[in-house]
Structure formats: structure tokens, C-alpha cells
Nanobody, 121 residues
Framework: QVQLVESGGGLVQPGGSLRLSCAASGSIFSINVMGWYRQTPGTQRELVARIISGGTTNYADSVKGRFTISRDNAKNTVYLQMNSLKPEDTAVYYC???????????????WGQGIQVTVSS
């Protein structure tokens, strides 16, 4: 079994910073894509940022220049550094990883339980 556990969320004032972390544990052979999504009540989950195994990154337009995604392959961990936070960044943030549990299996997507980020004065 594979588990993804997020940490680092909380309440921050506008203009502040937070760093989210997500660590994967369990039977992991390789991880291709790591990413972060977010969701607010009544809306669809949206991509915030993702990083592919070779290092290529993609960001939502709304966070470009403010958020940075990175990964530590040795620790099976992905990070999201969030700077210059705005009230509209308030959401539940979900970590996701596309990985293989062994050489013979195909890749599957796994999700964390979600972590709240609130930007408010």
C-alpha cells in the first residue's frame, strides 16, 4: 500500500509564505509525476503545480512567480513553496503522485488526504 501524507498548511496573513510537504511511503518502485492540486467548496479540483521526474515543471497561471514546486527523490517527497499568498489561494491543497509499486505494474495516481491553507488577515 502507498500513503501520501501532507504537512505544512495553516493560517497565514496576505503576503505571507507557507511551505507544504508531501511524503510518500509504502511499496514504491518509481515516481514519475508529483503535483499539487487545490479545491474550494463548490468548485472542481484544479492543478496548482506539477513536476515530472526529469525536472520539468508546470504551474497554474494564477500562481506563476509566487509558488515553486520541488522534489526530493531520495525521500519520495514533494514540496510547494508558496510566497506572496493571497486570500484567493485559500483552499484545501492535495498532493498527488503518479507512481509504480513495482517494475511490472503500470503507473497509478495516488492522492493525499488534503491540507487546509487559509490566507486571511
Amino acid at each position: 500500500q502507498v500513503q501520501l501524507v501532507e504537512s505544512g498548511g495553516g493560517l497565514v496573513q496576505p503576503g505571507g509564505s507557507l511551505r507544504l510537504s508531501c511524503a510518500a511511503s509504502g511499496s514504491i518502485f518509481s515516481i514519475n509525476v508529483m503535483g499539487w492540486y487545490r479545491q474550494t467548496p463548490g468548485t472542481q479540483r484544479e492543478l496548482v503545480a506539477r513536476i515530472i521526474s526529469g525536472g520539468t515543471t508546470n504551474y497554474a497561471d494564477s500562481v506563476k512567480g509566487r509558488f515553486t514546486i520541488s522534489r526530493d527523490n531520495a525521500k519520495n517527497t514533494v514540496y510547494l513553496q508558496m510566497n506572496s499568498l493571497k486570500p484567493e489561494d485559500t483552499a484545501v491543497y492535495y498532493c498527488t503522485m503518479r507512481l509504480k509499486t513495482n517494475y511490472y505494474r503500470r503507473e497509478n495516481d495516488y492522492w493525499g488526504q488534503g491540507i487546509q491553507v487559509t490566507v486571511s488577515s
